[in-house]
């Protein structure tokens, strides 16, 4: 894989931020309501620190241990990291304080862990429930149905903050079919709002990447994970 040069990643982030904000007067939503997260996941520190520079809001790691690299190497500069990525109960130490958010949790008993690892680092952690909205078996997330229960025990752990949800939909030919998967993870996230449950801030919505995220803003993102429209293809 070929890294691209700062001038190349430059311009591929005024793209996307340019689509993004096409899309946002679209739905009459304001550009700078909706963060870009650049997902860079396989990319080096190298690459890291050049997005770190453009106008990208954030970035989103899949990997623990490629974040801890990019840590160390300084390579976010000013910029916040969530984490994006499936997270294993057992590596839930390395993640909680260092990841801004933790967009990936995906069941009662990963938020359980991450609870416990905050309260010993005396931290309230910020995490998105991610849901499984094709009931894919291959794919994270809770169910619909066991969004509430989640919430209400999410509520009681003053150690975590929801402050939204997050999905991956199945793939679908193009972006613009995504739309349904889109729509319903925002009716789900304004019927979680409706119960009304202490200590949750609901405001996150993220879904949306390189090949949906115009559809995905269209149906209310206020954060898009775009990887190959801003790095390139992945190998
Ligand atoms: C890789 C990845 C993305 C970005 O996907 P692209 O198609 O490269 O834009 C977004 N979200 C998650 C969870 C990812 O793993």
């Not at 260092?98 to 609870?115: E, F, K, T």
């Not at 993220?206 to 559809?215: I, K, N, P, R, T």
Request: net charge positive.
């Amino acid at each position: 894989m070929v890294d691209l040069t700062l001038q190349q990643v430059t311009d591929n982030v005024q793209r996307v931020r340019e689509r993004m904000a096409l899309a946002a007067l679209r739905a009459h939503r304001q550009p700078e309501d909706i963060l870009l997260c650049a997902a860079s996941k396989a990319r080096s520190s190298q690459q890291v620190r050049q997005a770190a520079q453009t106008m990208i809001d954030l970035f989103g790691e899949n990997r623990m241990q490629e974040m801890r690299a990019h840590f160390r190497d300084g390579a976010y500069l000013d910029k916040p990291c969530h984490f994006i990525g499936q997270l294993q109960t057992n590596k839930v130490r390395q993640v909680v304080g260092q990841a801004a958010m933790i967009h990936s949790v995906g069941s009662l008993r990963l938020l359980n862990a991450i609870a416990k690892e905050a309260a010993k680092q005396r931290i309230s952690q910020p995490v998105l429930i991610q849901i499984n909205l094709g009931q894919e078996d291959s794919k994270a997330g809770i169910a619909e149905a066991e969004l509430r229960p989640v919430l209400e025990a999410a509520a009681q752990l003053p150690q975590v903050v929801v402050r939204g949800l997050m999905a991956i939909p199945p793939p679908t030919p193009t972006g613009e079919q995504a739309r349904p998967y889109f729509a319903r993870l925002r009716a789900l996230m304004e019927q979680a709002r409706g119960w009304q449950l202490q200590g949750l801030q609901l405001d996150t919505l993220s879904m949306g990447m390189s090949d949906s995220f115009e559809a995905a803003i269209l149906e209310g993102a206020t954060l898009v994970r775009v990887g190959r429209d801003i790095f390139g293809e992945r190998t």
